[in-house]
């Protein structure tokens, strides 16, 4: 081959290359912008749902799923959200709730988020068998007033109120709770809404073996919260959290009420991150769990069931899950 083929020969192999190594890179840029496969899984895959409880774990049984705005029993119904742990203890509870407690149960401690009527009910609670009631110390005032007429009028004691603080932290029946702030507001404006920490099963160090944030109702999880819970950016490494109850009232953040609510995309975008950077902690066969879903705002059971990606699932009234210790 002479000078000149060889050169032009040589240029040519060179520019093969260089476009065989561009169209390289533009098929993996298409790659990466096709759509990942999403992961879902139903019911029965997940292990921890009606399951045995070991001692170290944390059973939670869902007594309301729903938001404000279910009004009477129809097909799908949701009772008002609350929840009762190991049996024993409430967060929130109303009249809707009363048929989902197990017969025989009646809890005598109850934590509330909050007063809106969906979630405190006095009277109710003192049916069911409240003695002893955590709440924020800046509705006291109201909420005494609220349990000396529903101990009036039911005749049943009036029980021990004990106020909590941002941050303030009590044990009962050994499983410790940790008031944290939620972005939400009432009609009273000086009210502090709380989100919980549930704690369980300590090791010799003080650590629990079971970290769970119930989070309803709240605006996603504000920064105060997430440093109180061991999540937030300032927690390099650490312990996390091993469960995540979150409320969705919304469908999509395209409503007004994203400013004291949560959507299911909040509720993703919160696990996604949380598992891309080691901050939830999830067992297997254990999702993330929605609550405190509006009826007019969300699909169906059904629907959510069959297009929830992984890790989320749609918690459902009477629903029990056994937290595991990690």
């Not at 840029?29 to 749902?49: H, I, M, T």
């Not at 941050?167 to 502090?192: C, Y």
């Not at 970290?211 to 490494?237: E, L, N, P, Q």
């Not at 395209?254 to 995309?265: A, L, M, P, Y």
């Amino acid at each position: 081959m002479d000078r000149r083929n060889f050169v032009k020969a040589s240029v040519a192999a060179i520019a093969a290359t260089q476009l065989g190594a561009l169209d390289a890179v533009a098929r993996k840029k298409q790659k990466d912008k096709a759509p990942k496969e999403e992961v879902r899984l139903s019911g029965a895959d997940w292990s921890c749902e009606h399951a045995e409880a070991l001692p170290g774990d944390l059973k939670v049984r869902f007594l309301g799923t729903g938001a404000a705005g279910w009004k009477s029993p129809t097909s799908g119904h949701r009772r008002n959200s609350s929840i009762l742990i190991d049996g024993k203890i409430l967060i929130d509870f109303t009249l809707s709730a009363q048929d989902m407690v197990p017969e025989g149960c009646h809890p005598e401690i109850i934590f509330y988020t909050h007063s809106h009527v969906d979630h405190f009910q006095p009277i109710e609670a003192l049916k069911v068998g409240v003695k002893k009631v955590y709440l924020s110390h800046s509705i006291m005032t109201m909420a005494a007033k609220a349990f000396g007429k529903a101990a009036a009028e039911t005749g049943l004691p009036f029980p021990e109120l004990i106020p909590l603080r941002y941050g303030q932290s009590v044990i009962e029946e050994g499983i410790r709770f940790t008031a944290m702030p939620a972005n939400h507001s009432t009609g009273d404006l000086q009210e502090e809404a709380q989100i919980y920490l549930i704690e369980k099963n300590f090791n010799d160090e003080g650590i629990a073996g079971v970290r769970v944030v119930y989070a309803t109702d709240t605006a996603g999880i504000m920064g105060r919260a997430g440093r109180m819970a061991g999540i937030d950016s300032h927690v390099k490494t650490g312990i996390g959290v091993t469960g995540l109850i979150m409320e969705a009232t919304m469908n999509n953040d395209e409503d007004f009420r994203i400013f004291n609510h949560s959507s299911t995309k909040t509720v993703g975008r919160t696990a996604s991150m949380l598992l891309a950077t080691g901050r939830l902690h999830l067992p297997e066969g254990q999702p993330v769990y929605l609550t405190h879903m509006a009826k007019s705002l969300q699909p169906s059971q059904e629907e959510m069931d069959a297009t929830l990606p992984y890790p989320l699932r749609a918690a459902y009234d009477g629903l029990e899950v056994v937290f595991k210790s990690v």
